[in-house]
Structure formats: structure tokens, C-alpha cells
């Protein structure tokens, strides 16, 4: 039988901190935490190892320790995190479109969610890959990735594993400011693509969102990720994501996630 709580502890134990540059986020409280409309920009596994998660405030859906979510990109999702009766541990792996080649699903009715249990041979794998975060370089990261994706699809699941919940240019543009420092700007973008800003602003126009809305979406679903699995300054995580202080972020943060920084550091 698989050590579950062995795994637990190395991933709450040494992936905990500031100084961690895994390729996955550690997140934990010992409160619940609800947090409205996350943005997910890249496709995203949560392999949830206490407590349990609960995603939609409508259509409810409830993910129990010993199972994963996996997350279309292109949505904003409502999570609530609730800890047992010690904690609230899982772990967040972002995976790349690439990581689909040969197995990228056709269902994209589903919500743009679905759950599955984390079997002997999923757990080993996502050991693998704590494994190997230290030593690899990209190419072996994508390779363990394609790993757990491909374990999926022969589980299956393969139908299911729908990249994004629909193809659009604010997707597009979304996943290059995640890429980018956090001073980009709209002629950053607009060179990657290779188009004029008129017609990029005119573009996003027609898919009701704008420029400086996914800018925002994506800094701040960048500080959610720092608020969550580091101890840094409140004020050092506005600077890292572009913000000129930490009352401005705060309060961006508080109405995008219907909490505060703050609020939401307590819960740890």
C-alpha cells in the first residue's frame, strides 16, 4: 500500500516555504478558505492529500484526500478548501498544452472539471515527480507531466482531458502575461502576436473582456499563488506582481477574491 502520509509530510515539510522553485504549488491552512473566482490560466491537476475541496457555488462538487481535480484552462472557478481535523494539505501542478499531444480530449460539456480517484500507480508518479523537481531540467519536468496526463487518459479519462474550456485570444493573451515579468505591458503582448494594438484592444472588445482586465486577472491569480504557499511581505508579493503598493493590490485582491491578503494568510 501506498505511504500517504509519508508524501504528505515531505510535500507539506519541504515545498513550504519562500525558496521553493518546484514546479508545483503546496497549498495549506488549518481554516477554510473560500476564495471566488480563481482564474485558470494554464490546465491544472490538484491532487488533494487532506481535508478535502470544494469547487462551484452553485453546482457544487466535492473532492475528498485520496482524489484529484483536474481544471480546464480559460475559466474562474470558486474553491473552498477545508481542512480535517488537523489540516488542509494538496498539491497544484500547472501542465502545458503540450502536455495533451495525442490525448486531448473532445468533451467539453463537462463543466470544465472533473475528479478521479489518485490509484497507487498516480501517487507514484506525482512522488516521481517531487522526486524529481530538484534535478530535472524542462524537458524531464514535461515528461513526468506527460506522464500523469497519459495515466489519465488510460484510466479513462481521455475524453475528458479537455486543454482549455474554449480557444480565444483573451486565453491567448492571458497565458502570455503569465509568461512574462510582471511589467508587461499591451506592446509587450502585442509584439508576441504580432498585431497593432488597435486591433488587439478591438479583438478583446468582442469577447467582452479588455487588456487591463486580463492583466489584472493574471497578476493577481500570481499573487493568490504567493499569498498561499509563501511567508514573503504582503508588500514584496504587490511588488512582484506589478502592483505600486500593497494597500492597491489588497484591495484588488479583496475584489477579485472576496478576501483580503490578510484574511487569507490567517487561515495558514
Known amino acids: 500500500m501506498f505511504d500517504w502520509q509519508s508524501l504528505s509530510?515531505?510535500?507539506?515539510?519541504?515545498?513550504?516555504?519562500?525558496?521553493?522553485?518546484?514546479?508545483?504549488?503546496?497549498?495549506?491552512?488549518?481554516?477554510?478558505?473560500q476564495i471566488h473566482r480563481v482564474p485558470i490560466i494554464k490546465p491544472t491537476l490538484i491532487f488533494v492529500l487532506k481535508g478535502h475541496k470544494?469547487?462551484?457555488q452553485k453546482s457544487e462538487h466535492l473532492s475528498q484526500a485520496g482524489e484529484l481535480i483536474y481544471l480546464a484552462a480559460g475559466q474562474n472557478v470558486f474553491l473552498q478548501n477545508t481542512p480535517n481535523e488537523e489540516e488542509y494539505l494538496a498539491v497544484t501542478l500547472e501542465l502545458e498544452l503540450t502536455d495533451?499531444?495525442?490525448v486531448a480530449g473532445k468533451q467539453t460539456d463537462h463543466g470544465g472539471y472533473f475528479t478521479a480517484g489518485i490509484d497507487e500507480t498516480l501517487a507514484f508518479s506525482l512522488q516521481q515527480l517531487l522526486l524529481w523537481a530538484e534535478i530535472a531540467n524542462e524537458d524531464d519536468l514535461?515528461?513526468?507531466?506527460?506522464?500523469?496526463?497519459?495515466l489519465l487518459?488510460?484510466?479513462?479519462?481521455?475524453?475528458?482531458?479537455v486543454p482549455q474550456v474554449k480557444k480565444s485570444l483573451s486565453q491567448q493573451v492571458s497565458y502570455l502575461i503569465q509568461q512574462m515579468p510582471a511589467a508587461v505591458n499591451v506592446a509587450d503582448v502585442c509584439h508576441k502576436l504580432a498585431t497593432s494594438e488597435a486591433s488587439l484592444r478591438?479583438?478583446?472588445?468582442?469577447?467582452?473582456?479588455?487588456f487591463t482586465e486580463l492583466l489584472d486577472?493574471?497578476?493577481?491569480?500570481?499573487?493568490?499563488?504567493?499569498v498561499q504557499t509563501t511567508s514573503l511581505p504582503i508588500?514584496?508579493?504587490?511588488e512582484r506582481c506589478g502592483y505600486q503598493s500593497a494597500s492597491r493590490f489588497s484591495e484588488r485582491f479583496k475584489h477579485r477574491f472576496a478576501i483580503t491578503p490578510s484574511e487569507l494568510r490567517r487561515t495558514r
Open 217 to 226: 486577472s493574471v497578476r493577481l491569480g500570481r499573487g493568490l499563488d504567493l
Open 235 to 238: 508588500g514584496l508579493i504587490a
Open 54 to 56: 470544494t469547487i462551484g
Open 142 to 150: 514535461a515528461t513526468r507531466r506527460t506522464e500523469i496526463v497519459r
Open 9 to 33: 509530510e515531505i510535500f507539506r515539510n519541504k515545498y513550504l516555504s519562500e525558496s521553493s522553485t518546484a514546479p508545483f504549488s503546496v497549498i495549506y491552512c488549518r481554516e477554510q478558505q
Open 202 to 210: 478591438r479583438k478583446l472588445q468582442a469577447e467582452d473582456t479588455s
Open 100 to 102: 495533451f499531444d495525442g
Open 153 to 161: 487518459a488510460n484510466r479513462g479519462y481521455a475524453d475528458l482531458l
